[in-house]
């Protein structure tokens, strides 16, 4: 099955590659030379089918040793790893054009040995005439690929680079998860017990986007619910959240755990403690996600020395993947504010 769509494929290829050759000869051999086109046209029926089919079996020939050169190239030359530059295209491009010449000397050759009735043809022949139109389509199916295979290569890296953050994610999320616990498993158990009761259910949603690029607003926001509900076990309830009322369109997304990793940064950098309560709002405005929350440090407070420092790294690393923009912060000694873009796509 795999073999005939390929050569079916093959066969569509070598029939429009052979009409466009017949059809640009013939446009450029009317402009140059209308005269001479008009007299073939106006000629006997012998005469025309003979220059028809010699004309047919020129574009049949460069049409099959173009498109297999250009597939024997691409194969050897730009499908190996790290093998697809400038270089190559350029050298890629002198292969064909000698190629192309090398077959108009034959077909030349070949023509006036089967029937030495036919014309001689000059260094600008009818073979060479064809060997012009079929490098320039040539050179053209050439960039098209070259485009196409830079493109894939492209997307390849791209893909793996959101990968490589996503997954960077889940040891990011366990390794502060696990010190949370450890810390209540010291302090009280029955906390400790709680706290890993609602960690593996929360976890378990994480896992379930995490093959996701995007995650609809209303999902994160139920995330950002849970995710506060689970800190507030470790916390006493010392962390408020507020999700202010807003209008959501279906093809509006961010990125999962966006939400999750800026209410961390917020609880990891502020004194949360049950005289001090950690307000969090978010709202949005225009094409931006807000979560804003208010600072309560102190000059004793100390910044949590087990964190791995990649979270909102992740988030801006992500962020300029996927839509080529990054959240906006704003602090002062007040308050701390992410603006996180709010991406538009087409319903996932």
């Not at 350029?90 to 000698?98: A, D, I, K, P, T």
């Not at 959101?162 to 390794?175: A, E, R, W």
């Not at 994160?220 to 959501?248: K, W």
């Not at 990891?268 to 094409?287: F, Q």
């Amino acid at each position: 099955m795999v073999l005939k769509k390929r050569y079916k494929s093959l066969l569509v290829e070598l029939t429009l590659f052979t009409l466009f050759i017949f059809f640009f000869y013939d446009i450029i051999w009317m402009i140059i030379d209308f005269d001479n086109f008009y007299n073939l046209l106006t000629t006997s029926m012998d005469t025309f089918l003979l220059n028809f089919l010699i004309d047919l079996f020129y574009c049949v020939v460069f049409a099959s040793i173009n498109i297999t050169s250009k597939n024997i190239i691409f194969n050897n030359k730009f499908r190996r790893r790290n093998s697809v530059s400038y270089r190559n295209l350029v050298y890629s491009g002198f292969l064909l054009l000698s190629i192309n010449v090398v077959l108009a000397v034959l077909c030349e050759f070949v023509l006036n040995v089967m029937d030495s009735e036919l014309p001689d043809e000059d260094f600008l022949g009818n073979a060479y005439f064809f060997c012009f139109v079929s490098c320039i389509l040539s050179f053209v199916m050439l960039l098209i690929e070259y485009s196409r295979i830079i493109d894939e290569k492209e997307k390849a890296r791209v893909e793996l680079q959101k990968k490589l953050l996503s997954m960077q994610l889940n040891p990011h999320f366990i390794f502060n998860s696990f010190n949370v616990l450890n810390g209540l498993i010291s302090t009280n158990q029955e906390l400790a017990l709680k706290f890993s009761t609602k960690l593996a259910r929360f976890y378990r949603v994480v896992l379930s986007n995490m093959d996701n690029d995007l995650i609809s607003i209303s999902n994160a926001l139920d995330m950002a619910r849970d995710y506060v509900g689970l800190l507030n076990v470790r916390f006493g309830n010392s962390i408020c959240l507020e999700i202010e009322s807003m209008s959501v369109l279906d093809d509006e997304y961010i990125l999962p755990c966006a939400l999750q990793l800026t209410i961390e940064n917020a609880v990891k950098h502020n004194h949360v403690r049950d005289s001090s309560k950690l307000y969090l709002t978010i709202k949005r405005k225009d094409n931006m996600l807000i979560l804003k929350n208010n600072r309560i440090l102190s000059k004793d407070d100390v910044v949590e020395a087990d964190s791995c420092g990649i979270g909102l790294k992740n988030l801006f690393d992500r962020y300029n993947l996927i839509c080529e923009c990054e959240p906006i912060v704003k602090a002062d000694a007040s308050f701390y504010e992410i603006m996180l873009p709010i991406i538009k796509r087409k319903k996932l």
